[in-house]
C-alpha cells in the first residue's frame, strides 16, 4: 500500500473526488488515503497561501498529493494556491495529455493526441512585480538555465519513455531574444542528445495557430510557463472538453495530480458535475507510482464508459448519447466496466517501468562579465519626451 495525501477542494470538488475515490478504491487501486482541507476555508480563517503548516507537513511525508479544485477568494492578499505549491514543492513539469474521443465526444479535430509539457515555476509566473511610477508598473520574466534544463531534458526523457517521436519547442525568442532566446537555445542543445526524437522549433503565435487549426501533427510540446498555461487549456478544449483533461506537476522529491478545470460553485453540489478529469489525474497518479495495471483497467473502462454513451450534462449530445447521468450515476457505470475494454476507441496499454530520474544540473563555466551600461528609470512628471530627451541631452556632457 502507497500512503498519498488527498484534499477534496471547494465547489464541486468534494463530489468529483468522492466519485473517483469510490473507482480507486472498487480497481484495487494499493492506495490509502490522508485528507487535508485547502481552500477557501482555509484561506478565510486567516491563512493568505490557503493552506496550513500541518497540511504542508503530511504532503511532504506522504509525497503524492491527488488534489480536487478549489476557490480562491476574491478580493487581495489572497495568493494562488497552485502557484505556491508549485514552488514550495519544486514542482517543475506540468504534463497535460490532450486527446480527442471521437465520435463519442464533440469536437472539430478526431485525431488529437498531444502531451504539452509546460515549464511550472519561472517565467512570468514567478510573481515579481513592481509598481515603479504612478503610471507604470512591471513584471519580470523570469528564464533560468537550470529551469530549461530540467523542463527541456524532461520532455525528451518524456517522449523517449512512452514511445513519443517528437518535440515541437514553442518560444516567442524574435522579440524576447535573451528570456525565450535561452530557452531555445537549451532546446537545441539538449535535442542534439536525443537523435531518435525529432524535434522542432515554432515561435509562439503561429505554432498557437497550428494547434487550433491542425493539432494531430504535434506529438509532445514544451514551452515556458504562461504559454503552456494558455495552450494546455486550449487543447483540451479543441479534444473535447476541459472537463474531460487531467495533470500532473512533477518535482523531484514529490508529485501533485489534479483536474484542469476550475471548482466550478455554480453547479456544486446538484451531482451535476463530471468527475472525468480528476479521475484521469488519478490514472496519471497510479502510473507514476508504477500501479499500471490498475490504471489500464480504470482507463478502459472509462473510455468504455465514454463509448457507451453513459455521459454527464457537459458532453451530453441528442441523437449520440445514451445517457444524461450525475456525478454518481457516471462513477457507478466505470466501476460497472471495469474488467472490460472500448471497442472502438483505441484500448491502452501502460508499460511497467516508465518512470524516470533527471541527472543533476551541471553547472556551466562563469561567462566573462563587463560593464557594457546601465538601465534608468526616471519618475517624470512632463509631458513631452522632447522635454525630457533635452535634459538628459545635457547631462551627457558632463558624463
Not at 530549461?148 to 518535440?167: H, P, Q, S, T
Amino acid at each position: 500500500m502507497t500512503r498519498i495525501t488527498i484534499a477534496k477542494g471547494d465547489g464541486i470538488g468534494p463530489e468529483i473526488m468522492d466519485a473517483t475515490l469510490r473507482i480507486l478504491q472498487a480497481a484495487g487501486a494499493q492506495l490509502e488515503f490522508d485528507e487535508i482541507e485547502v481552500g477557501e476555508k482555509v484561506y478565510l480563517r486567516g491563512e493568505s497561501s490557503g493552506i496550513s503548516k500541518g497540511a504542508w507537513d503530511v504532503i511532504r511525508r506522504n509525497k503524492v498529493f491527488l488534489k480536487a479544485p478549489i476557490t480562491t477568494p476574491q478580493g487581495g492578499g489572497y495568493k494562488s494556491l497552485n502557484v505556491t505549491m508549485r514552488k514550495s514543492l519544486g514542482l517543475f513539469a506540468n504534463v497535460r495529455p490532450c486527446t480527442s474521443y471521437y465520435p463519442f465526444v464533440k469536437t472539430k479535430h478526431p485525431k488529437i493526441d498531444t502531451i504539452i509539457i509546460r515549464e511550472n515555476e519561472e517565467d512570468l509566473y514567478a510573481g515579481i512585480e513592481h509598481q515603479q511610477t504612478d503610471e507604470v508598473v512591471q513584471c519580470l520574466k523570469l528564464i533560468s538555465r537550470p529551469g530549461c534544463e530540467k523542463i527541456v531534458r524532461y520532455a525528451f526523457e518524456f517522449a523517449k519513455r512512452y514511445g513519443r517521436k517528437k518535440v515541437t519547442c514553442l518560444t516567442k525568442d524574435n522579440i524576447m531574444k535573451q528570456t525565450d532566446g535561452l530557452f531555445h537555445q537549451v532546446f537545441r542543445e539538449i535535442a542534439q542528445e536525443y537523435p531518435e526524437i525529432q524535434n522542432e522549433h515554432r515561435i509562439i503565435d503561429i505554432g498557437s495557430a497550428m494547434l487550433a487549426d491542425t493539432p494531430e501533427v504535434f506529438d509532445v510540446i514544451v514551452l515556458p510557463n504562461l504559454y503552456g498555461d494558455v495552450l494546455s487549456d486550449i487543447a483540451a478544449q479543441i479534444a473535447g472538453s476541459v472537463g474531460l483533461a487531467g495533470s500532473s506537476n512533477i518535482g523531484e522529491q514529490c508529485a501533485m495530480f489534479e483536474a484542469i478545470h476550475g471548482s466550478a460553485p455554480d453547479i456544486a453540489g446538484k451531482n451535476i458535475a463530471n468527475p472525468s478529469g480528476l479521475l484521469q489525474a488519478a490514472v496519471m497518479l497510479l502510473n507514476h507510482l508504477g500501479q499500471c495495471a490498475t490504471a489500464e483497467k480504470i482507463q478502459n473502462a472509462w473510455l468504455k464508459t465514454i463509448e457507451d454513451g453513459i455521459h454527464t450534462f457537459d458532453i451530453y449530445q441528442e441523437g449520440l448519447s445514451t445517457a444524461n447521468v450525475g456525478t454518481r450515476e457516471f462513477a457507478d457505470a466505470v466501476i460497472a466496466n471495469l474488467g472490460q475494454q472500448p471497442n472502438t476507441l483505441q484500448a491502452v496499454t501502460y508499460r511497467e517501468g516508465t518512470s524516470f530520474s533527471l541527472p543533476g544540473y551541471q553547472r556551466k563555466t562563469p561567462a566573462r562579465k563587463e560593464l557594457a551600461g546601465v538601465d534608468l528609470f526616471v519618475h517624470w512628471n512632463g509631458l513631452q519626451a522632447a522635454e525630457l530627451a533635452a535634459a538628459l541631452k545635457k547631462l551627457e556632457s558632463k558624463m
